[in-house]
Nanobody, 121 residues
Framework: VQLQASGGGLVQPGDSLRLSCAAS????????MAWFRQAPGKEREFVAR????????LYEDSVKGRFTISRDNAKNTVSLQMNSLKSEDSAVYFC???????????????WGQGTLVTVSS
C-alpha cells in the first residue's frame, strides 16, 4: 500500500486546514486509516483514526471537537479536517494504514511521506 499525503501549509491560529491522503496498491476499504503527527524534538503521536467500516472514529484528546477524520472508500482517500488550529498543532502530519487498527504507531505498517503543518501568527 502506497500513501501520499497532501494539504499542509502555513496558517494562523484559529484557521482551518484540510489534509488528504491518497492510497494505492491495496484493499483500501479493509484498512484502518489514521493520522499521526510529529513535532520537532517530540515523538510521533496519534491524532485520529477511522476504521474500514467508516464508523467509530477515534481522536486524541487535544483534537476532539476540532479535527474530523473521514474517508471515501470509492476514491481510496482519507482526510483530516482541522479547525480552530493552535500553535501546538504544528507538526509533520503522516497518514498511515493498518489491518490491525488502534492508536499505536507500531500497529501501522504503511506510512505516507508526511506533510508539514505550521500554525503561526
Amino acid at each position: 500500500v502506497q500513501l501520499q499525503a497532501s494539504g499542509g501549509g502555513l496558517v494562523q491560529p484559529g484557521d482551518s486546514l484540510r489534509l488528504s491522503c491518497a492510497a494505492s496498491g491495496g484493499t483500501f476499504s479493509r484498512l484502518t486509516m489514521a493520522w499521526f503527527r510529529q513535532a520537532p524534538g517530540k515523538e510521533r503521536e496519534f491524532v485520529a483514526r477511522i476504521t474500514w467500516a467508516v464508523g467509530s472514529p477515534l481522536y486524541e484528546d487535544s483534537v476532539k471537537g476540532r479535527f474530523t477524520i473521514s474517508r471515501d472508500n470509492a476514491k481510496n482517500t482519507v482526510s483530516l479536517q482541522m479547525n480552530s488550529l493552535k500553535s501546538e498543532d504544528s507538526a509533520v502530519y503522516f497518514c498511515a494504514a493498518s489491518v490491525i487498527g488502534g492508536s499505536a504507531a507500531t500497529n501501522y505498517a504503511y506510512w505516507g511521506q508526511g506533510t508539514l503543518v505550521t500554525v503561526s501568527s
